[in-house]
């Protein structure tokens, strides 16, 4: 059973066009984070939810807008692929609030490529 | 601010050699965690291990230990024996306590050659 799963793995879209990733976990944790990872390899935050909530959006166009429907899924849609979006999309969770604090687990990643 | 230093970029070892990577983290709180992960070829992240600040025992787990050393804002792991199998992209992470973010340094890169 796989605890951070995201779909689709591989993603080639082109230029203009507007396209979702999923994520779910499903480890019981109450927040859940977008991250992105360059062709360099360096990770940055994207996005933060909590319980839902919005907690962190670290300066990210507004083309991408993350939803969490509940406390296990958050989703990111990105309208208007530009080719500078193209890198690898890592979902994670972590029980930050809940008393039993491990860290954050990611899922495998999606590959994103604009072209 | 919150800063991690990854000063090593790329590391090759012959297997069974032993190799340290370094880590040197930046942060004003008194309360945080560290953490190490692992990126394979394949390209998933792997959890290796989370330290808090209050905690400055060194851990060793099979060939992987951890030296955490507050006075000089590092921690550092360190692989025996490398192998093959080894041979990955390791980032080092902080959390600061009641922030949602994981602060990633850029990452060393690990080539264990046969």
């Known amino acids: 059973d796989t605890a951070v799963s995201q779909t689709p793995k591989y993603l080639v879209t082109q230029m203009g066009n507007d396209k979702s990733i999923k994520c779910e976990q499903n480890l019981g944790h109450d927040t859940m984070y977008w991250y992105k990872q360059d062709s360099k390899k360096f990770l940055k935050i994207m996005f933060s939810?909590?319980?839902?909530?919005?907690?962190i959006n670290e300066t990210v166009p507004n083309r991408f807008s993350p939803k969490s429907p509940d406390k296990a899924h958050l989703n990111l849609h990105i309208n208007s692929l530009e080719l500078g979006d193209s890198a690898v999309y890592f979902c994670a969770s972590s029980p930050e609030g809940q008393g039993f604090f491990i860290g954050a687990f990611f899922g495998q990643g999606t590959r994103l490529t604009v072209v | 601010a919150q800063k991690v230093t990854q000063a090593q970029t790329e590391i090759s070892v012959v297997e069974k050699e032993d190799v340290t990577l370094d880590c040197v983290y930046e942060t004003r709180d008194t309360t945080y965690y560290l953490f190490w992960y692992k990126q394979p070829p394949s390209g998933e992240l792997v959890f290796l291990i989370r330290?808090?600040?209050?905690?400055?025992q060194n851990e060793i787990s099979g060939r992987y230990s951890w030296n955490f050393q507050k006075s000089t804002s590092s921690f550092n792991f360190t692989i025996t024996a490398s192998q093959v199998v080894d041979s990955a992209v390791y980032f080092c992470a902080l959390k600061v306590s009641g922030t949602y973010k994981y602060i990633f340094g850029t990452g060393t890169r690990l080539k264990v050659l046969a």
């Open positions: 330290r808090n600040s209050f905690d400055e």
């Open positions: 939810y909590n319980n839902k909530e919005l907690i």
